[in-house]
């Protein structure tokens, strides 16, 4: 099986965006987001730093996926530049940099501060061990440094960006569930500290940054969720779904104002369930519900979504018709609408946020992005070397750095080693 990295793009200083993949292993995705509860969204990259030293260049497009358009042209730019209005093609601009001090792992978890990109825990999956050190990426001089090794050796589920401090949660040894530690690390003084556990310890679908608090999304409980103040050092249960008929709930992503979750209503007049979004507000700690959407997705409510912009997209397979081609949603909460476009694939084991209105998505190569405003796909070219095949990928400031352990074909190979890039649209 193929795995699925999605890309996630953003670039102001003390916010990130941050998906990984767990390659054949079970493990959950993550995704983290920097924004004012009931602020303004962050929808564009600021002033980008100079490219790391690289010691290759670009690669050449791939005419393998001919549903997808694809772009090269030119030298590779020596800054990141994010996507324009109206923009519709792809500058391929991958770059091999320096994999750094850490032993070959899968399941990497890794933020961008603003200055670097913070890589911790990981896997040693031909042992099932669990690692509990880390490094420091500085994009702008291409170097590593070795970060204070994490207190507890269980396996990290989930990492974010709080502005000051990198939050991590984690289990014993390599389980997925029960939540069991929880420490923050601050870069600026290398060292870690003890946060409190959430008043539910079962390991949450979804973790982000809503720019005054963590909240984590744990469907299936009586409070299903929590709000962390970093200020306090201490959590707020959030208010059970109150949307009438609910009767599922799933993924979710963070809009920029709400958490958007994938779930399923009674209707009125009976029968069948129906797909809706459910949408919660932490700063008013309200839910509310979306209108249905044009198609039904096959795998609801456990299509990975994304967002950019303050819309929401997710991929999969139509319900109705499952196969090999894929169906876009595309949803604004604002005005409460949806598209539906065709997909380049039937769906990804992880979806995305992104930098603008676009969406992007990693598939053992290639990268898929989708602009949310024009409902368009485009894709880069081929990585100029070995694809990561268990990692994570994160902006550095409007380039994305790729992160973990190589593949062979179609499948990672633990003798193989770590493999890091930078791509700058």
């Known amino acids: 099986?193929?795995?699925?990295?999605?890309?996630?793009?953003?670039?102001?200083?003390?916010?990130?965006?941050?998906?990984?993949l767990d390659a054949g292993l079970g493990g959950p995705s993550t995704t983290t987001v920097a924004d004012p509860e009931r602020g303004t969204a962050t929808t564009a990259a600021t002033a980008a730093r100079p490219a790391a030293p690289t010691t290759s260049s670009r690669g050449?497009?791939?005419t393998a996926r001919p549903a997808v358009p694809t772009t090269t042209s030119g030298p590779a730019p020596q800054a990141p530049t994010p996507p324009v209005a109206g923009w519709r093609g792809v500058d391929s601009g991958w770059r091999t940099v320096?994999?750094?001090?850490?032993?070959?792992?899968?399941?990497?978890?890794?933020?961008?501060?603003?200055?670097?990109?913070?890589?911790?825990?990981?896997?040693?999956?031909?042992?099932?061990?669990?690692?509990?050190?880390?490094a420091a990426f500085d994009p702008a001089s291409g170097a590593w440094r070795r970060i204070a090794v994490r207190p507890s050796s269980g396996?990290?589920?989930?990492?974010?960006?709080?502005?000051?401090?990198?939050?991590?949660?984690?289990?014993?040894?390599?389980?997925?569930?029960?939540?069991?530690?929880?420490?923050?690390?601050?870069p600026s003084t290398d060292r870690w500290r003890p946060v409190p556990l959430p008043p539910s310890t079962k390991s949450p679908h979804a973790v982000v940054w809503t720019g005054r608090r963590v909240l984590i999304w744990q469907p299936g409980e009586e409070a299903p969720g929590a709000l962390y103040d970093p200020a306090a050092d201490a959590w707020t249960?959030?208010?059970?779904?109150?949307?009438?008929?609910?009767?599922?709930?799933?993924?979710?992503?963070?809009?920029?104002?709400?958490?958007?979750v994938e779930g399923a209503v009674t209707p009125d007049h009976g029968g069948p369930v129906e797909q809706r979004l459910f949408l919660f507000d932490p700063a008013r700690a309200t839910w509310r519900v979306s209108s249905r959407p044009p198609t039904e997705l096959s795998s609801w409510p456990y299509q990975p979504a994304g967002s950019a912009g303050r819309q929401v997209a997710i991929v999969g397979p139509p319900a109705a018709s499952p196969s090999d081609t894929g169906t876009t949603l595309i949803y604004d909460p604002a005005t409460d609408r949806w598209r539906s476009v065709p997909a380049p694939f039937p769906g990804a084991q992880v979806a995305s946020d992104g930098i603008g209105g676009t969406i992007v998505f990693f598939r053992m190569g290639p990268l898929f992005l989708l602009d949310v405003v024009a409902a368009h796909w485009s894709t880069s070219g081929d990585p100029p070397g070995p694809v990561v095949g268990d990692g994570v990928v994160v902006s550095t400031g409007g380039s994305a750095f790729v992160f973990g352990i190589t593949s062979v074909g179609n499948m990672v190979d633990v003798r193989q080693p770590n493999g890091a890039y930078l791509w700058t649209p």
Not at 113 to 125: D, S
Not at 155 to 183: M, Q
Not at 241 to 256: D, E, L, M, Q
Request: aromatic residues 6%.
């Open 237 to 260: 249960p959030i208010p059970a779904n109150s949307v009438p008929g609910a009767v599922s709930a799933g993924a979710a992503t963070w809009t920029g104002d709400e958490l958007a």
């Open 155 to 186: 396996r990290v589920l989930h990492a974010v960006w709080t502005g000051t401090e990198v939050l991590t949660f984690g289990s014993n040894h390599i389980d997925l569930d029960p939540l069991t530690t929880a420490y923050a690390y601050n």
């Open 1 to 20: 099986m193929a795995c699925v990295v999605a890309l996630v793009m953003v670039g102001c200083r003390g916010s990130e965006h941050q998906v990984t």
């Open 98 to 134: 320096d994999s750094g001090p850490l032993a070959t792992r899968g399941e990497p978890k890794a933020v961008w501060t603003g200055r670097e990109v913070i890589v911790v825990g990981g896997l040693v999956i031909d042992q099932y061990q669990a690692l509990a050190d880390g």
């Open 60 to 62: 050449t497009a791939t």
